[in-house]
């Protein structure tokens, strides 16, 4: 058994017994390796997401968050990789990451054959650079309108000069090759738009600012009309 279809397999041997604990012995009598293996297995799965924690004591071991977890789904080898085509047009995106990590839950909760069937396919094809900018979003600002932290950011203008400010997140505009933090920006008081890509370091203080809404009169940018996204 290759690595890929083990790691599916821990998952669904720990979600058959769940909440009952495994052993990283038993773990590493079942799929015939070490259990240092079985460690680092658990490890890669824990870092991609998957909900498993340890139960301390003689008869502890590995336990799985079934209320957490998605069981077997009937994505077909197609559809993981179609999935995955659309990602690749995420990147630079503040959403990227969260995309990848649910994209792996749900190969990760696909049966066994049809995962390695999506991976046989999806190494199969290549892609030719792709849209976005090339500097990558920094993971704070990324998190910035869900975390509703108050970001110290040291941002570049278009003519490349640096100030420090800090802003309370509102949200975010994307455009085809950039994307946008909408923020109340403290040093001018009044509400900014930060391009991504320009924003060169940031801190996340542990300041929560009293709300602030984000109207559509708010977002009259002149570049052309801006659709709210929706999930239906």
């Excluded at 079985?38 to 890669?44: L, N, T, Y």
């Excluded at 990558?136 to 990324?142: E, K, L």
């Excluded at 949200?171 to 060169?200: N, P, Q, S």
Aim: overall charge positive; some cysteine.
């Amino acid at each position: 058994m290759n690595r890929t279809d083990r790691l599916y397999a821990l998952v669904e041997e720990l979600r058959a017994v769940a909440p009952r604990p495994r052993s990283a012995r038993w773990l590493a009598g079942r799929f015939e390796v070490s259990a240092r293996t079985v460690e680092r297995d658990i490890g890669a799965l824990q870092q991609s997401g998957v909900p498993i924690y340890a139960e301390p004591g003689r008869t502890g071991g590995y336990c799985l968050d079934k209320t957490r977890t998605l069981p077997p789904v009937n994505l077909t080898p197609g559809e993981a990789v179609a999935m995955a085509v659309a990602l690749h047009g995420m990147q630079g995106t503040p959403f990227r990451a969260a995309a990848g990590s649910a994209l792996r839950k749900l190969v990760a909760a696909m049966q066994a054959d049809d995962a390695a069937a999506a991976h046989d396919l999806a190494g199969r094809v290549h892609l030719l650079g792709g849209p976005g900018p090339a500097t990558p979003i920094p993971r704070p600002v990324s998190d910035a309108v869900a975390a509703r932290r108050v970001l110290r950011i040291r941002y570049g203008d278009r003519e490349g000069a640096a100030t420090t400010r800090e802003v309370e997140p509102l949200g975010y505009v994307g455009k085809e090759a950039h994307w946008y933090l909408v923020a109340w920006c403290r040093m001018r008081d009044a509400l900014r738009v930060f391009r991504t890509d320009r924003i060169t370091s940031v801190a996340v203080t542990a300041e929560v600012p009293a709300p602030r809404t984000l109207s559509r009169e708010d977002l009259d940018i002149p570049y052309g009309p801006v659709h709210q996204l929706t999930l239906g």
